[in-house]
């Protein structure tokens, strides 16, 4: 697994060992695939990266220019892999502004923050000290396949404060699995599936979010 694209493309990432299955990674394509979809989106966003799992999503979006990306997952080896994959992003980012030596105002540090918290049991609180902002831009929901939770952490996200008005949540999960085309705020705008893999891109309705 690699960076795809931003200043820290091509830098490898760690993953899980090759006993370990309860971490599954985005593969490079599916990932390459759906930052294709996103363009533009991505640059300066508010990211939230829920079972982040290697972090490969959010990394993604940090070498992509994202403003900011908090990480949750609640797995030890998850926690150790997303804090290893987030050093390599960084370290680029150093890379990237020491082969600058003449701008007079570098871009500043990516705000960064890991959470550990079982998603089984529904969303973090976030609180305002530790968040600073109003909803994010982006959500990455990517839980072990065919479980519900797919579904049980949607229906949260829906009824939670983490949704601003053009806020993007996208969810994978396995293709076959039947998730709903419309919520009380969230409605489905698009979905594509890249072999097992299934995305579902929701946003919200127009005059659901103040």
């Known amino acids: 697994m690699r960076i795809i694209s931003g200043w820290a493309k091509g830098r490898k990432l760690f993953t899980p060992a090759a006993r370990e299955n309860s971490i599954r990674p985005t593969s490079d394509?599916?990932?390459?695939?759906?930052?294709?979809?996103?363009?533009?989106?991505?640059?300066?966003?508010?990211?939230?990266?829920?079972?982040?799992?290697?972090?490969?999503?959010?990394?993604?979006?940090?070498?992509r220019g994202a403003g900011g990306v908090c990480f949750v997952d609640f797995l030890p080896q998850a926690l150790e892999l997303i804090?290893?994959?987030?050093?390599?992003?960084?370290?680029?980012?150093?890379?990237?502004?020491?082969?600058q030596p003449d701008?007079?105002?570098p871009e500043p540090l990516t705000p960064v923050t890991l959470l550990k918290h079982d998603l089984r049991r529904g969303l973090p609180y976030f609180s305002e000290k530790r968040r600073r902002i109003q909803?994010?831009?982006?959500?990455?929901?990517?839980?072990?396949?065919?479980?519900?939770?797919?579904?049980?952490?949607?229906?949260?996200?829906?009824?939670?404060?983490?949704?601003r008005?053009?806020?993007?949540?996208?969810?994978?999960?396995?293709?076959?699995e039947a998730l709903p085309e419309k919520l009380t705020r969230l409605a489905l705008v698009d979905q594509r599936k890249y072999g097992e893999a299934g995305f579902w891109f929701y946003q919200p309705l127009a005059a659901e979010i103040n």
């Open 29 to 63: 394509r599916a990932r390459e695939a759906l930052f294709n979809i996103l363009g533009e989106q991505v640059r300066g966003a508010q990211v939230l990266d829920l079972f982040a799992g290697t972090g490969a999503l959010g990394v993604e979006a940090l070498s």
């Open 83 to 99: 804090t290893k994959n987030i050093q390599i992003c960084m370290d680029a980012l150093d890379y990237h502004h020491s082969m």
């Open 103 to 105: 701008t007079v105002n």
């Open 135 to 163: 909803g994010f831009d982006l959500i990455f929901l990517d839980p072990p396949y065919s479980q519900g939770l797919s579904r049980q952490l949607l229906l949260a996200l829906d009824n939670s404060t983490l949704l």
């Open 165 to 176: 008005k053009q806020t993007m949540v996208v969810v994978e999960d396995r293709a076959k």
